[in-house]
């Protein structure tokens, strides 16, 4: 098949000579997919932060149609249309009773999903289909939000979920990339009245905006600290959504925090550490981490579907695949928010 790789920082290169992903378990399944983006996660080895040492496939978010599935899958078929979680769960287990998917038993990783296939393990328990999709695939004006649930939307709203936003509250969002954008969607959806999105970027904070932004704060630092105390008059936030990962964004998220509130952090960290001491005298939690994508997916596709919300409307750069290191390299250099890469 024809797949992105990654072989060493900013060497990312579309091949057209990647083994096929085969079914390995009766649990798999095989998609052919039609739509694929780029992750700002993907930008940590793309810039060196993560080693790669061996070439290998990347891309870890993906839509498209059901190609082939092992003898024991049920709950879907070749033909239908999924919505590929980032991480496979097989929705059985206690942790995913428990709705965190992301620590299933049985867990796994899309690794090729910028790519022309990708293999998915206990599809029925990580697969969704998208109702009343023809063989042409959903409408395209619906194709960019679908895209949008396999990872960067989920993913702002366990933010949400894990900071614990509430109706009436005040929430504070670090970071202006997709997450945080979609985190805005997320506690907009869920009622607060004061949604505070830290952004130095006048496109992101118009999108924002959009997006149920009520407040923006573009200083950072002691700075951009300042102005959301007085936002919050002297107070502090209800929820801080920790959207980006590095310390600096931790140490403006705890220092945000109102006494007895939550840090809720999905950003994948580097070089961020909690603040032990802050925590331990103004009783701030923090919650977070990988995103169980299949818990919400089921929710938030039916926004989707509803108009509720438009989380697609953080692509914008959209690209043939093939022109995938374009797509890295604008994200990389902040000409993009997300891009979206066309498959087939």
Request: some cysteine; glycine content about 12%.
């Amino acid at each position: 098949m024809r797949a992105t790789m990654i072989h060493a920082p900013r060497d990312i290169r579309f091949e057209s000579d990647v083994p096929d992903p085969v079914l390995t378990k009766p649990t798999d399944a095989i998609v052919r997919v039609t739509t694929a983006c780029v992750c700002g996660s993907d930008l940590w080895p793309y810039r060196g932060e993560n080693p790669t040492t061996d070439p290998h496939t990347i891309g870890h978010e993906c839509i498209g149609f059901v190609e082939a599935v092992g003898s024991e899958v049920r709950d879907v078929k070749p033909g239908d249309f999924v919505i590929v979680p980032f991480d496979h769960c097989d929705n059985t287990c206690a942790h995913c009773r428990a709705g965190m998917h992301s620590g299933c038993v049985n867990v796994g990783m899309t690794v090729s999903g910028q790519g022309e296939l990708a293999r998915v393990n206990y599809a029925d328990g990580s697969l969704v289909k998208v109702p009343d999709v023809g063989p042409n695939g959903p409408a395209p004006e619906l194709v960019p939000s679908l895209m949008a649930l396999s990872d960067v939307m989920p993913t702002g709203w366990h933010a949400a979920v894990a900071a614990g936003v509430r109706e009436g509250g005040t929430a504070v969002v670090v970071g202006d990339g997709a997450v945080g954008l979609c985190g805005v969607i997320a506690a907009s959806q869920m009622g607060a009245e004061k949604v505070i999105l830290m952004s130095r970027h006048e496109s992101r904070q118009k999108l924002g905006t959009t997006f149920g932004a009520t407040h923006i704060v573009a200083e950072r630092g002691a700075e951009g600290e300042a102005a959301v105390m007085e936002l919050t008059d002297g107070i502090g936030a209800d929820a801080v959504l920790e959207c980006v990962g590095t310390g600096q964004s931790m140490s403006t998220a705890f220092t945000i925090a109102r006494p007895g509130s939550h840090v809720g952090f999905v950003g994948v960290p580097h070089g961020a550490e909690p603040p032990m001491r802050t925590m331990f005298t103004k009783n701030v939690g923090l919650f977070g981490g990988m995103a169980p994508v299949r818990n919400y997916l089921p929710h938030l596709l039916d926004l989707v579907l509803k108009g509720s919300i438009d989380p697609g409307a953080v692509f914008d750069l959209r690209l043939p695949v093939d022109q995938v290191a374009e797509a890295y390299a604008a994200m990389d250099e902040r000409r993009a928010i997300k891009v979206l890469l066309d498959v087939s």
